[in-house]
């Protein structure tokens, strides 16, 4: 049994599905990050989690308690749950000041004055906001907020600690540097987090385990690497960096390698490649081709000798300051390649892309 | 080039947990909307049932029928009230519209001098009382103890009655220049929000000032001058006090004096005035639905808009005629009647002119007085009376609005959507209806002839006020800030008691300011649901009109005027500038 188990759980809004039977187990201390994009199901998940939303069906169970179970007439309120979470808005009381904020959940489970004023100024200096304690929370950047939100869900040491995209709001800077502070304080405390974005990026930097989500339904659960580099449906491997997709058809399997063809249409003949992936899948069977833009080298003669050689031509490049994005029509195919080394490209100058077999990955529907 | 990832279909059973359902927050959401839904529909049914009741000719036995209706568009009397009563509310509603619009615009879009000095005097009407207003243009401008055809006498010679309100006419005056702040608040608003570079777009195309005010910022804000008309329409249609006091003695009924002749009196017949109530009530609830539904929905400028700064049109040499015309417009509301009330109430007896040597404090003492033997009863007990249902209705009544404006915002479902239907539906039928009905309802139970049944009156009519200013700050708040309280282990509860209600403070005050100045000046359902001992201060004033004299009435009617004058300097640094325009 591990810490948060989640069981078959179903809610619709309406005739909308929003989360169709989710499955989910979460150890304790693990930080756990549901990606998707919006309207997957991932916030209304977490909700249920908290409390906040009613499931239609299914089981919550938190430290082996239900917390949610539909089928056993079982709901605690979000209060009944003893969990903290971090709202995307921050929802720090204007009313109150830093101080106030954070020792309101101390103060409701009725701890002595000095517990309070202790474990509240922890809390805080924990968070780096100590010498703002008495400001009020209309008074804070963005930034600062964050950090209120953050001391007030951890410092009555709730089980689980939920996160609503708590760094949507940010500019990208302080983002990058937030994230880096949450991951730290995480290490620290050791708290159990369920954590919700539709940013990639900050999702595998952060988490120990990811859950990508899509159309109300668990697309893979697995750690950031395996995430990135064996993503199992062209839904994972788009939406996780980006991706180019190809359709084609499945030749054989020759050990780890896997042979592979990509029809390019109007009477040419299909180009043959060597990839992995795919292994369990029968000759003749559609596949599609996931190769990530930085993997592929761009040649501007053919290559003497290469593996998966494609041919094509420059549509459009675009300079993003460390790297060149260059769009190469092959076939009825735009490919992305990225590329560090600065040649000039014309658009319209005919290029030569190849990759290795290990870079390429088959994935089957 | 993804391919879909089909979501697979679930067949969702219906949640059976009947259990978890009894929550702090269910079980008193369900009171609270149950009670608000009864308190509601129950008068409503009851008016409908009594208004197909018809009493026989010895006034004991009831049959079921029509003839009320029938004694209503076909009876000479009543007829010819209907009559009145439409050519009294679209009078009204005209000239109401006309000042309030061409005063909006002096203030918010024109360099005329003064305007911010002068605003807070356009929205002073607002807060008194119509039918005080009445009294006063009644000893300013009646012919015989006019005190402005009096002084047009000594002073020009001229021997006639210069003016006379006794007519409908002078109801359409008095109605006009006290609603006209209904529109006021409509189109300031509109004004002020609008984006000015709607405005600057026309003048580069080369339309010139006066046609874009024509073209661009008039249309612009028509949605607001006619949610404000229909406003004053319906509110002139349940005028009870200003046509009892200016026509209705001089033969000039309308609907609701008709009214209060069947709910009161030696001829009373509830029924007949059931019917005569739904006459108005169907009338008035078409047009509040049309505001709603259709004209409030096409507003052009919206709450959540920016803070702009609107451009103001320099008026050149103008400025000083819109400024005499603001001037003017605040003498005949505000200071021409409350100064001419004040000299009557100081007078034994009111002649029609101001005698300085007679100048006395004594009717304030045979109004004011309570513990004095000699004070008038009526008078003494509306004071009290009215100061307790003001406080105790504004509380109960602001009690109820938290819980609906939540109920409203913050859940889903039927109940959400019943109970904003349920606070609608009040301002749809004017006070005296909504009496009517609930006199209907109640007159058999003990409550009848208590202060508990205008408690219930006031309350039902007039929650749905209190209930805007709360929904208006509701819907600025983050529901996050409340589900932060309830992640950190705060009950329902708590939570309501240390965040929200904290938080929804400023409105939750300004509400309840504004409930009690409409109770401390009510008329219309105080007049229908009263009996000996539980007058209001309204009630006071009539009787003092209709028994006692003029200098009475005056003293009180100044008391009130007092009274309401310093609630609206509190409201005002409560709630600020901008809060009525919204």
Redesign the interface.
């Known amino acids: 049994m591990s810490f948060v188990e989640i069981k078959k759980l179903v809610k619709s809004f309406g005739p909308e599905v929003a989360v169709a039977g989710i499955d989910l187990s979460v150890e304790q201390g693990e930080f756990v990050t549901l990606l998707g994009p919006s309207g997957c199901g991932k916030t209304t998940t977490l909700r249920c989690i908290a409390g906040l939303e009613h499931p239609d069906s299914g089981d919550i169970q938190i430290e082996g308690d239900y917390v949610t179970s539909v089928s056993n007439e079982v709901f605690l309120t979000p209060e009944e749950r003893n969990l903290g979470m971090v709202f995307q808005s921050y929802a720090v009381w204007p009313h109150m000041t830093v101080f106030d904020n954070v020792a309101y959940g101390l103060r409701i489970r009725r701890e002595t004055r000095a517990a309070i004023k202790e474990k509240t100024t922890k809390a805080l200096d924990l968070v780096g906001l100590g010498h703002l304690a008495e400001r009020y929370a209309t008074k804070l950047s963005g930034g600062q907020r964050q950090r209120v939100a953050l001391a007030r869900a951890i410092v009555y040491n709730p089980k689980v600690v939920l996160f609503d995209e708590p760094l949507s709001n940010l500019d990208a800077k302080l983002r990058e540097h937030m994230r880096i502070e949450l991951t730290r304080l995480q290490h620290d405390v050791g708290i159990t987090s369920i954590y919700v974005t539709h940013d990639q990026t900050e999702a595998l930097v952060m988490s120990d385990r990811v859950v990508v989500m899509d159309k109300g339904v668990i697309q893979q659960i697995g750690d950031p690497e395996s995430i990135y580099a064996e993503p199992t449906n062209a839904f994972v491997a788009n939406f996780i960096g980006v991706a180019n997709l190809m359709e084609g058809k499945l030749l054989g399997h020759d050990g780890e390698l896997t042979d592979l063809e990509i029809p390019l249409g109007d009477g040419r003949a299909p180009i043959r490649l060597r990839a992995t992936g795919a292994e369990g899948a029968p000759v003749g069977a559609k596949i599609i081709l996931s190769i990530r833009p930085e993997d592929i080298l761009l040649h501007l003669e053919k290559p003497a000798e290469a593996m998966n050689l494609i041919e094509g031509e420059v549509i459009d490049t675009v300079y993003l300051g460390n790297f060149l994005d260059c769009q190469v029509q092959v076939g009825p195919h735009e490919v992305g390649v990225q590329i560090d080394h600065f040649e000039e490209l014309d658009t319209g100058q005919k290029v030569y892309l190849s990759f290795t077999p290990d870079h390429g990955l088959c994935l089957t529907e | 080039?993804?391919?879909d990832?089909?979501?697979?279909?679930?067949d969702?059973?219906?949640?059976?947990?009947?259990?978890?359902w009894f929550?702090q927050e269910n079980i008193i959401t369900t009171i609270v909307g149950l009670i608000v839904a009864v308190a509601v529909i129950v008068p409503l049914i009851a008016l409908v049932i009594n208004s197909f009741l018809v009493l026989d000719d010895l006034g004991f036995d009831t049959e079921w029928g029509l003839q009320n209706y029938r004694e209503v568009f076909q009876g000479r009397v009543i007829r010819k009230a209907l009559i009145n009563t439409a050519i009294i509310s679209t009078g009204c509603t005209i000239l109401a519209t006309l000042l309030g619009v061409s005063l909006a615009w002096i203030n918010a879009r024109t360099n005329c001098p003064f305007r911010e000095k002068l605003e807070p005097f356009n929205l002073i009407p607002f807060f008194l009382s119509p039918f005080v207003g009445a009294i006063a243009w009644h000893n300013l401008a009646s012919p015989k103890v006019g005190l402005l055809n009096n002084m047009a006498k000594s002073i020009f010679g001229i021997s006639f009655p210069l003016f006379n309100v006794n007519n409908l006419w002078g109801v359409i005056w008095v109605t006009g220049i006290f609603f006209a702040p209904l529109v006021y608040l409509f189109v300031v608003g509109s004004l002020r929000r609008m984006d000015p570079s709607l405005e600057d777009s026309a003048r580069t195309t080369g339309a010139g000032l006066f046609r874009t005010t024509m073209t661009i910022t008039l249309p612009l804000v028509t949605p607001a001058i006619l949610s404000g008309a229909i406003i004053v329409f319906v509110t002139t249609a349940g005028e009870f006090g200003v046509p009892f006091k200016l026509s209705a003695p001089f033969g000039w009924e309308t609907l609701t004096t008709q009214i209060f002749t069947k709910a009161v009196g030696d001829d009373a017949n509830h029924y007949l005035g059931a019917a005569m109530s739904m006459v108005v009530g169907v009338v008035t609830a078409f047009f509040i639905w049309v505001q709603h539904r259709i004209i409030a929905p096409r507003s052009y400028t919206t709450v959540t808009g920016k803070g702009f700064r609107p451009n103001l049109i320099d008026l050149g040499g103008w400025k000083w005629l819109a400024f005499t015309y603001n001037m003017l417009y605040v003498c005949v509301a505000v200071f021409l009647p409350i100064i001419c009330l004040f000299f009557v109430s100081l007078h034994k007896i009111w002649s029609g002119r101001i005698i300085w040597s007679e100048l006395t404090f004594w009717n304030y003492q045979k109004v004011l007085f309570f513990w004095w033997p000699e004070s008038i009863q009526a008078a003494t007990n509306g004071i009290i009376n009215s100061f307790i249902l003001a406080f105790g209705g504004a509380s109960i009544a602001m009690v109820v609005a938290i819980i609906v404006s939540y109920m409203i915002h913050r859940t889903k479902g039927f109940g959400a959507r019943l109970l904003d239907f349920l606070s609608v539906i009040p301002i749809g039928f004017p006070g005296i209806v909504l009496a009517m009905g609930v006199l209907v309802t109640y007159i058999r139970t003990p409550i009848y002839a208590t202060l508990w049944i205008l408690l219930l009156g006031y309350i039902t009519r007039f929650f749905p006020y209190g209930q805007r200013n709360i929904s208006s700050i509701m819907m600025a708040v983050?529901e996050?800030?409340d589900?932060?309280?309830?992640?950190?282990?705060?009950?329902?509860l708590?939570t309501l008691r240390?965040?929200t209600i904290?938080?929804l403070?400023p409105g939750i005050f300004a509400g309840w300011i504004l409930l009690f100045v409409i109770f401390l000046r009510e008329l219309s359902i105080s007049i229908i649901l009263y009996s000996a001992g539980t007058e209001t201060l309204s009630v006071g004033v009539y009787y003092l009109s209709n028994f006692e004299n003029e200098p009475m009435t005056s003293a009180l009617s100044i008391a009130q005027t007092v009274a309401l004058l310093i609630c609206i300097v509190i409201f005002r640094k409560v709630a600020g500038k901008e809060a009525l325009t919204a």
Not at chain 2, 12 to 20: F, H, K, L
Not at chain 2, 483 to 492: F, K, N, T
């Open positions: 080039m993804a391919t990832t089909a979501a697979p279909q679930i969702v059973a219906p949640p059976r947990g009947w259990r978890t929550t983050s996050e800030l589900q932060s309280s309830r992640m950190a282990g705060a009950s329902w708590t240390r965040i904290p938080l403070k």
